[in-house]
């Protein structure tokens, strides 16, 4: 049975994506912590992160990196943090998370956002990727995987 990633990667269900590469891309999740929460998400659907081959958990942290400076600045925010646990669904993913203190870490502060403020938040985090030049990583369109 598909994940919830795997509908969402093919185009089955929306996403909001970031980013996109052959490994893996990032996307919106519904639910953030915090305006700008994302998720990283290998392509290839590994239960968990720890099945993950070793260069393919590498790449995942690289775009995490990428991903967190870019909300320090998008979001001016003191640091961004990282939290992988994978127990809602059985497809490695890494959240990344803007913070503006430890409570923005807390899963269970993340409440449902509204598609204006996903949208807001995604805009505001792509503008901030392409200017740190990664936009040949960036999609060309916010609910699709294609690149520029």
Known sequence: MASVFSKIISGEWPGRFVWA??????????????????????????PKWTDTPHDVASHLMGVAHIIGQAQEDAFRVPRAGLVIAGFEVPHTHLHVIPLRSEADILFTQATQASAEELDDAMHRLRDTLIARGHGAQVPHSMNSLTLQ
């Open 21 to 46: 590469d052959q490994v893996c891309v990032a996307f919106a999740t519904i639910e953030p912590t915090a305006p700008g929460h994302v998720l990283v998400v290998p392509r290839e659907p590994y």
